[in-house]
């Protein structure tokens, strides 16, 4: 699996690298999935909004996503998806404390 296989950001909004990685990358995404939740779901927004942050801070800790995914990358990408993988993290988190 190569770094664009496996990462969700970077597939969705054509990133290659992981400087291509921004606060505004991410929100753009996420609140967008956010905004999706709540209309099939009737919860407001800022609802959605927490839901969505939430389950990704999980999918994306680095932890749990080495385990799970880095076996799967090819040795060549390794480093550069979890470098994507690191700063997606900080970012989202950063994201939830506003």
Wanted: hydrophobic letters at 40%; proline letters at 3%.
């Amino acid at each position: 699996m190569a770094h664009v296989h496996c990462y969700w950001l970077g597939r969705r909004l054509g990133l290659i690298t992981p400087d291509d990685i921004t606060i505004d990358n991410v929100r753009t995404f996420l609140l967008a999935l956010a905004a999706d939740e709540a209309n099939v779901d009737t919860k407001s927004v800022e609802d959605a909004r927490k839901k969505v942050l939430r389950d990704a801070i999980r999918q994306f800790h680095p932890d749990r996503f080495f385990a799970r995914v880095l076996p799967r990358v090819r040795e060549a990408d390794r480093d550069k998806v979890k470098e994507s993988v690191e700063r997606t993290s900080r970012l989202i988190n950063e994201l939830m404390s506003k």
